[in-house]
């Protein structure tokens, strides 16, 4: 296994439409356990491949950070097939330096997806399994949490962001556990 760089906004990799993984192959296999290690070294609860620059539709998760790796998915071309309810949630991303911000999101969804041992699975997820797996898919289709925000306050975190960068990049103790 292998660490792998995690890109942050705005490096035009994230906004890239992620294609279907058509073999679940060997290659497939050493990602998924890649971005696994990167998730956990971050640390976070989330990655999604076009967040380590391949723009293929695979995400990891474990959103149980009590027992890490008990709850742990990998998943290969995941679908949202059913949504239910509406639900708000403050959201943080590993690409998305020293920001959160309140998203609505659907509250229940149903998800198909196929696992890197070839079985294709369903999960039912609500709260923080449900916003996650929201947030990654959105990933593979090119999208950020901000970008769901107004442009007003996206505006202010690219300003942030600037002076962020401009004071030396950001502070290496904040708390990034619930980055997904
Ligand atoms: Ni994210």
Same mark, same amino acid.
């Given at each position: 296994? #292998? %660490?792998?760089?995690i890109l942050t906004f705005p490096s035009p990799a994230l906004k890239k439409k #992620? $294609?279907? $993984?058509k073999n679940i192959d060997a290659a497939v296999n050493q990602l998924a356990n890649d971005m696994v290690e990167t998730m956990y070294a971050a640390p976070g609860v989330g990655l999604a491949a076009p967040q380590v620059g391949v723009p293929e539709r695979m995400i990891v998760l474990d959103v149980n950070t009590e027992e890490p790796g008990k709850d742990l998915v990998k998943l290969i071309n995941p679908v949202i097939v059913e949504k239910h309810g509406t639900v708000v949630w403050e959201e943080g991303c590993l690409s998305v330096l020293e920001y959160t911000a309140d998203v609505k999101r659907s509250a229940e969804i149903l998800v198909r997806a196929w696992t890197p041992d070839q079985d294709e699975i369903e999960i039912e997820a609500d709260g923080l399994l449900s916003v996650a797996l929201q947030h990654e898919i959105d990933h593979l289709d090119g999208k950020l949490f901000i970008d769901r925000l107004s442009a007003l306050k996206r505006d202010l975190y690219k300003r942030k962001? +600037? +002076?962020? %960068?401009?004071? &030396? &990049?950001?502070d290496p103790d904040t708390e990034r556990n619930t980055c997904i």
């Open positions: 296994m #292998a %660490l792998r760089e #992620a $294609v279907d $993984v962001l +600037k +002076k962020i %960068l401009r004071d &030396g &990049g950001p």
